[in-house]
């Protein structure tokens, strides 16, 4: 994290879920990933910009500000196959679990790189300056 900026780049991130019985392995690990991703990007990212009439500013994908490639760390998957009882080939959704955890890991990592505890999301460079000024009587 650039204190100066406020960008966060993650150098790494591990995901480790009970994916019940891995149909197949590589199609798991693809939407842990992805659910990876989105969790990053509504930590750093993502946000709805409205004007006062209520018209939404950002609604193209040429200024709603999602992650790319450039964005993310390399994801490694830890899948833990514990059988799902309730499914009969032992199955269990595998990629909404990943999304929540980004945020409070993120949230967690900008506080001890800084010393500012994030409450809001995005944790864009500007939220993360405006708190790092509050911090330090600046703001």
């Known amino acids: ?13 591990t995901v480790v ?41 950002n609604s193209s994908f040429l200024d709603y500000r999602m992650p790319t490639s450039l964005d993310l760390p390399m994801i490694d998957t830890v899948l833990v196959e514990v059988p799902f009882p309730g499914h009969p080939f032992g199955l269990r959704g ?21 010393g500012v505890r994030m409450e809001r999301l995005p944790m864009s460079p500007g939220a993360i300056r405006e708190e790092l000024a509050r911090k330090n009587g600046d703001g």
């Open 94 to 114: 595998v990629g909404e679990v990943s999304i929540v955890p980004p945020m409070a890991a993120i949230a967690n990592a900008v506080y001890h790189a800084v």
């Open 17 to 57: 879920e009970d994916v019940g019985q891995a149909g197949h392995p590589s199609y798991v690990e693809g939407q842990m990933q992805g659910g990876t991703v989105q969790g990053i990007g509504w930590a750093l990212n993502e946000e709805y910009f409205f004007d006062k009439s209520g018209t939404m500013l």
């Open 1 to 13: 994290m650039d204190p100066e900026t406020g960008k966060v780049q993650i150098r790494r991130y």
